[in-house]
């Protein structure tokens, strides 16, 4: 699925980012690709995605390819979530086998997206009341967070976390602190500064590796909701876990392979009945 594309880190963090932001609102049905039209409210201006999602034209690259081909056979939700596998495994991830026969669903869930995505400052208690509602485990929630060892974050997302505990979680060594400042050159105290981005992963931004979990152990982790898997005092499980991706990078790759099968396979039970398999990702069959 359009290699070249997807081997970019930038756009595999997109892809991946996509396929989490889908299946995290009503299933992993293909529902946050849908456009604004006058009768249906799609989830792309919700407020947590408004500026956050990208990489929706390589989405209808890879359709439009697919359709040319073997028009109406292929669905958005499956492509979407067979471009996030080869995109991490581009990147240098592990690879793990998708099940197909995902239905498209006819109807969007905007509402959905603000109660039912995690966002940068929850707390540890929060973000696994989020996974747990999804089906997903604790080791699930670990696994899978460490896919931030791509992508790049917005300064709205990191400013609490680098005005806020990030001396408390880091300490006030050198490398520490020069880390930070140059995240605050980045990103202002005011808002001015909201969109502007810097990597989740600032050692090895381009490569999917367990580096991430190595920054938790530093107290470096971008956002909040990141370093609570370390440094919350609730995160007694959470923070085994992070040791243990961090000196064992196969039994990462091993958990996030499982968890992300598990995650695909989230369903939105309506598709069942009422899916479709789209022409085009960006609007229902007409």
């Known amino acids: 699925m359009e290699c070249a594309v997807l081997s970019d880190p930038r756009n595999a963090a997109l892809i991946l980012r996509l396929h989490f932001h889908d299946c995290f609102v009503q299933g992993c049905d ?100 989020k996974f747990i509602h999804q089906g997903l485990s604790v080791t699930d929630m670990v696994a899978l967070s460490g896919s931030h060892t791509i992508g790049m974050a917005r300064c709205v997302n990191f400013r609490e976390r680098i005005y806020g505990d990030f001396t408390a979680t880091s300490g006030m060594n050198p490398v520490s602190q020069s880390y930070l400042n140059s995240l605050k050159s980045v990103c202002s105290a005011d808002s001015k500064s909201n969109q502007n981005e810097s990597a989740l992963d600032h050692v090895t931004p381009n490569l999917f590796d367990n580096s991430y979990y190595h920054i938790l152990l530093r107290g470096e982790g971008l956002i909040n909701s ?61």
């Not at 005092?233 to 085994?240: C, D, E, F, G, M």
């Not at 009945?273 to 229902?284: I, L, Q």
């Open 30 to 129: 293909g529902s946050v690709l849908l456009e604004d039209t006058i009768t249906l409210k799609g989830e792309k201006k919700a407020p947590e995605n408004r500026n956050a999602l990208k990489g929706f034209r390589i989405i209808d690259r890879i359709k439009n390819r697919l359709e040319s081909e073997c028009p109406e056979k292929v669905s958005c939700a499956d492509i979407l979530t067979t471009a996030a596998r080869d995109a991490v495994l581009l990147v240098g991830g592990p690879y793990w086998d998708v099940p197909l026969g995902r239905k498209d669903s006819k109807k969007a869930g905007y509402e959905l997206v603000e109660t039912n995505l995690p966002k940068a400052n929850d707390g540890l208690l929060s973000i696994i009341s």
């Open 226 to 286: 990141d370093q609570e898997l370390y440094s919350s005092v609730l995160a007694v499980q959470t923070k085994k876990l992070v040791e243990k991706y961090a000196v064992n990078a196969i039994a990462f790759f091993e958990q996030f392979s499982k968890s992300m099968v598990k995650l695909g396979n989230i369903t939105n039970p309506e598709t069942y009945v009422n899916g479709e398999v789209r022409k085009n990702c960006r609007f229902v069959n007409t």
